[in-house]
T-cell receptor
Framework: GQNIDQPTEMTATEGAIVQINCTYQTSGFNGLFWYQQHAGEAPTFLSYNVLDGLEEKGRFSSFLSRSKGYSYLLLKELQMKDSASYLCAVMDSNYQLIWGAGTKLIIKP | DAGITQSPRYKITETGRQVTLMCHQTWSHSYMFWYRQDLGHGLRLIYYSAAADITDKGEVPDGYVVSRSKTENFPLTLESATRSQTSVYFC?????????????FGEGSWLTVV
């Protein structure tokens, strides 16, 4: 079957760096997405990786290794507003998005 | 820029009742999706549509019906609501199916079946 694994919850300190991992096993691969979801709100797009390597966007970076079925989202200079759930999703060979259950990130002052 | 809107945002209904959740997008995106989100699960696809009058089942379609007579609207109907359908429902849209095209989500509809 198809599977996306992410940690359920992580805690970090304001100003620090945190890495959220995502491993996947899917039927084919057409890209990996990261979304941010604040409590009670809709998911919003953060990043897309289809080739191996690191994509940087301001304080957020996303890394992909297709051979390892692995990605991570790196958040730098953490702010209280970064407290949210982070969703990893993989697009399979049928262009269907398979979603992880999300990682709840708690930021402490 | 209205984007994608859902209604109602919050609904309480009784078991056995029919409920329709509305979704409207102003971008003329080809693809539209309905997901449900439950604690401990990732977003699960209920139905999707590639264009007007074209719909297809997702991962969890049982108990739901969709239609897409116009590109901009994609209503989701629960024919006879059950308690297991208590969930948050998200409508979403994207320009194309191919990889890299961002999916945009509506604000969500919180449905409670009692």
């Amino acid at each position: 079957g198809q599977n996306i694994d992410q940690p359920t919850e992580m805690t970090a300190t304001e100003g620090a760096i945190v890495q959220i991992n995502c491993t996947y096993q899917t039927s084919g691969f057409n890209g990996l997405f990261w979304y941010q979801q604040h409590a009670g709100e809709a998911p919003t797009f953060l990043s897309y990786n289809v080739l191996d390597g690191l994509e940087e966007k301001g304080r957020f970076s996303s890394f992909l290794s297709r051979s390892k079925g692995y990605s991570y989202l790196l958040l730098k200079e953490l702010q209280m507003k970064d407290s949210a759930s982070y969703l990893c999703a993989v697009m399979d060979s049928n262009y269907q998005l398979i979603w992880g259950a999300g990682t709840k990130l708690i930021i402490k002052p | 820029d209205a984007g994608i809107t859902q209604s109602p945002r919050y609904k309480i209904t009784e078991t056995g009742r029919q409920v329709t959740l509305m979704c409207h997008q102003t971008w003329s995106h080809s693809y539209m999706f309905w997901y449900r989100q439950d604690l401990g699960h990732g977003l699960r696809l209920i139905y999707y549509s590639a264009a007007a009058d074209i719909t297809d089942k997702g991962e969890v379609p049982d108990g739901y019906v969709v239609s897409r007579s116009k590109t901009e609207n994609f209503p989701l109907t629960l024919e006879s609501a059950t308690r297991s359908q208590t969930s948050v429902y998200f409508c979403a849209s994207s320009e194309e199916e191919s990889g890299g095209n961002t999916i945009y989500f509506g604000e969500g509809s919180w449905l409670t079946v009692v």
